[in-house]
């Protein structure tokens, strides 16, 4: 893997070692927020589809209901 490149006052250059762990962590943290709020609109989303199966709403009444 390559070292990651910053600007450091108008000047690009390569990480040091220090940054680039910080950037990688950072990197993972991100990226695991992101699966999260993924996984929790998949989640919301699929609840909504069960209570409105449960309830035998098509679609259109579904909409009128919960907007």
């Known amino acids: 893997m390559s ?7 108008g000047v690009n250059r390569e990480m040091t070692a220090d940054e680039a762990a ?8 991100q990226a695991a927020l ?4 993924q996984q ?3 989640d ?10 449960k309830l035998s709403l098509t679609a259109d009444e579904a909409a009128a209901l919960l907007g």
């Open 34 to 37: 992101i699966e999260q709020a």
């Open 40 to 42: 929790a609109a998949a």
């Open 44 to 53: 919301k989303a699929a609840a909504r589809a069960a209570v409105i199966a």
């Open 22 to 29: 910080a950037y990688h962590a950072w990197a993972a943290k």
């Open 3 to 9: 070292t990651p490149i910053v600007n450091d006052n």
